[in-house]
């Protein structure tokens, strides 16, 4: 039997094997299109059979299909047998629980209910959450209820067409090697959905109760005697967030939040947005158009499933048309950082952020003498470091509450924000005056990033070992200090990144994605400011410019 014909037989035993009648039928017409010789659905058929979507740190993320290398409930079904299997090897007991959240992505609800299903046939106890929610209320759910684990079914702010699997442990923290991997290999160990298990019922789906503690638990992190005078806009991207954040925003005693309608309610094809990313271009426009109307003090996005959390200020001299900006990562980092800097910090507190985003956090921290701790990408290690009273990393998103939300939260962020909003306010200052002060302190610290956007992830790979046999000496005209490559580890586990620090203090630093098919290039330009802020801005912005021009040209496909 040749090849072609060994991909087909896979696909047909795929097919007698899945029990989605859905999933079936795409592939059965995908089969008869490849076997009469239509080129694409040969390979369509090659790329869904190239392999099972990997399991990692990450859990799942890929588009939706047939397929081992697609979201589908047969992938789903064996990942829930092999981490229940995981579960009660390493705990030793059968009756581990294990509670589920979804969004309103296509099959979520399927995928949480097949989930619930297998742990419970297996022996062990399992509740959904009440409906789709954010995923900071199912972080926050794993600790409340005491659970062994927990899963969100999500995809976050990938694309329509994808959907995920996020796995906690009873810490509520998102899994860390060696778990990943002895997950993957328990996974293994179940090499159809016939080998699994599947209850249809015996779960509990939980009540309000919890979605109740999560928004007053939320609503305690803005001071009782701090000012609620601010209004907002607030766009939720189609996603699951607006309910829950209209109800901590009250609970909190702040003016409900002037919703972007069209972008309200749940819907997996988030029709207004080409990405329903707070980061990328033009996702926020109908809440900045909104803000043009309404007139509010600040624009506040959530992603899809409510862990991030994007902000927009009126800045006359950002020369935008609309007359707001959309703040950076990094500025919304530094001024939580400052809030939670300029509180009753316990003696032996730290704050943290990942490797990528900005050093300012580290500087402010240095100046308060609160310890600083430096992670990989990703809250799964931010939320792990001892003693966190604050965390962050640059691509929009923040811990504020580590104690009951060991993850990212969208929604806490936005509370805090609010109420520093509202504090500035009262004084006749803003956000915006806060970070010039920070900056006259420890000096400008510019960051900017670009993605490197592939079809073949192979050519990641090739970029990479392009950068690793040919290191640069010099960009941009200033020299290249000291080349750290992260894969050989040292203070942090090894991870797939280049970090690069030029003779002028700028920095930066490569890596792939772990969860889209791109390329990340960060950037950060560090002038202190000896006279003029709009001068060192200025010198800070000309650095960077000439710095990702060269980068664009060293990470070209």
Known sequence: MNDDNAVLEQARAWIADDPDPKTRAELEAVVAAADSGDAAARTDLEDRFSGLLEFGTAGLRGALGAGPNRMNRVVVMRTA??????????????????????????????????????????????MILPRQLPTPLLAFAI???GCDAGVMVTASHNPPQDNGYKVYLGDGSQIVPPADADISAAIGGFPTAASVSLETDGWETLDDAIVEAYVR??????????????????????GVGSEVFQ?????????????????????????????????????????????????????????????RCAVAVPDPLAGSPTGWRMLRGDEVGALLGHHALSGDSPADGVVACSIVSSRLLKAMADAAGVRHEETLTGFKWISRVPGLIYGYEEALGYCVDPGQVRDKDGITA????????????????????????????????????FAVRVEDLSLIGTIMSRLRSSAPSNVAGQGVSRTEDLAD?????????????????????????????????????????????????????????????????????
């Not at 609970?251 to 309200?264: I, K, S, T, Y």
């Open 81 to 126: 047998a092999g981490l229940t299997s995981y579960l009660q090897k390493t705990l030793g007991k059968r009756d581990v629980t294990v509670v589920v959240g979804y969004d309103a992505r296509y099959n979520s609800d399927v995928f949480a209910r097949d989930t619930a299903g297998v742990v419970v046939a297996a022996g062990g106890r399992a």
């Open 143 to 145: 600790r409340e209820l």
């Open 217 to 238: 638990t939320a609503a305690a992190v803005v001071d009782a005697d701090a000012s609620r005078d601010v209004s907002i806009v607030h766009t939720a991207l189609h």
């Open 247 to 307: 109800k901590a925003f009250a609970a909190a005693g702040f003016a409900a939040p002037a919703p972007v309608v069209e972008q309200r309610d749940p819907d997996p094809d988030f029709p207004t947005v080409s990405f329903p990313n707070p980061e990328e271009p033009g996702a926020i426009d109908a809440a900045l158009a909104l803000a043009v109307e309404k007139r509010p003090d600040i624009v506040i996005a959530n992603d899809p499933d409510a862990d």
């Open 414 to 449: 936005a509370l805090v924000v609010a109420q520093m909003t509202a504090e500035l306010k009262a004084s006749g200052r803003t956000l915006l005056d806060v970070l010039d002060d920070l900056a006259r302190e420890h000096g400008v610290h510019q960051t900017d990033s």
């Open 489 to 557: 580890g040292g203070d942090l586990p090894p991870t797939d990144g280049l970090h690069y620090h030029l003779e002028d203090d700028t920095r930066i630093i490569v890596r792939p994605s772990g969860t889209e098919p791109k390329l990340k290039v960060y950037l950060e330009a560090v002038v202190p400011v000896t006279a003029d802020l709009a001068d060192a801005r200025a010198e800070a912005a000309r650095r960077l410019a000439a710095v990702r021009a060269e980068m664009e040209r060293l990470t070209a496909v």
